[in-house]
């Protein structure tokens, strides 16, 4: 393949990378997109300076030293936007990489090293291969931010293009150690190029997906899943141990009667999050709509389900909201039931609402444990049982205290 084949390629490769960056762009609000279209602009347009260049169209002088200037500065911006969109953010320091490019290629200058191709493509290349490698560094780094599929293949797109910069450098130093020849290097180069700007469009609409997923499945007010994705959780069939705790806040249409519905949404928020600390990671939750909570767990006796509800209804007892002159302490009701290995899940949520009514009726701010109909009548009412007395010459106002 000749030199101006391998240059149109090359130049195709960054045109290709500044449409995708700048159409997803402009659908997208994710960093660093920007800097990455300009980058690879910069690096069609040093592409180009070189093609023209070696027709003998421009000064010798002049387009060897404008391609290596642009071409590090471009390499630079791409450097920055792969960070900005790794870690879904910008920094005043984001300027740096694209400082010392400019700094570099004064330097390269000052010293004519542009001047000798084979010292030119040398140094261009390196200074290519310590950009990916960066590049490389912070994708690798930001993993846990958002373990998608796309990031893997940037990253193996970058550390492909970052050992195919290195393998020209050392054929151009060591032309008799090379183990590849710098040409299908380069080569290679340009196809992990076309690589990079594919998985960056695939990040950036997995992370889309991602984002529609946790919309649609999280409660837009608590912050916590909503009832379609804490019903979608919930496993096929029961196992010994399965149980499940409804939670109802108590009187809490009198909060928003009494404070208006801008504090209750406020309780109603501090309240789900308390929850949310209280139940743990390994608890299934989700709210069912208005004040009703459910949890499913595993592994459960009666006794460790009810302390689990009760710790939720301590935990919930803890917390305080002002309403002007007035705290509002809230309270939980809450019912537990836990699989016998006589019903499916639906009605193992059902018997925990049975219990919750009762937590209810025996005067909430309690846990009540499911049992049987009989022996719920006859029992009496309670496996655990606190009320809400906190009083302050009406400065504090709990929520058991209000009419309902």
Known sequence: MDLATVLLLHKCSFIVGAICCFYVRWRSREPGLDFLAIGDGLLAVASTLAGVGEQGILPYEIWTLASFSIGVTGYALMTTGLIQLS????????????????????????MHWYADNQTRAAIFNANTAAFLGISCVVILRDFFLDRLPARLGLLASLAAAMGF????????????????????????????????????????????????RSLANTDALTGIPNRQHFLASLPSELRGGDAFIMIDIDHFKSVNDRYGHETGDEVLVGVAQAIATAAGRKVTLGRLGGEEFALFLRDQTEETAVAKADQIRRTVNASAFASGAETIVPSV????????????????????DQALYLAKRGGRDRVELYADPQSMEERPSSATATTATQHSSGSEHPLGELAA
């Open 87 to 110: 870690r879904r953010g910008r920094k005043r320091s984001d300027c740096l990489l694209v400082g010392f490019s400019l700094i570099f290629s004064v330097v390269v200058g000052w």
């Open 333 to 352: 009701s809450a019912g537990v039931a836990v699989w016998r290995g006589d019903c499916n899940a639906q009605k193992l949520r059902d018997q925990a």
């Open 165 to 212: 910069s290195t393998l020209v450098t050392v054929g151009m130093i060591f032309p008799q150690y090379g183990p590849v020849e710098p040409r299908y290097a380069f080569f290679m180069l340009i196809i992990c190029h076309f690589s990079v700007a594919l998985f960056v469009v695939v990040l950036v609409q997995e992370r889309a997906e991602t984002q529609l």
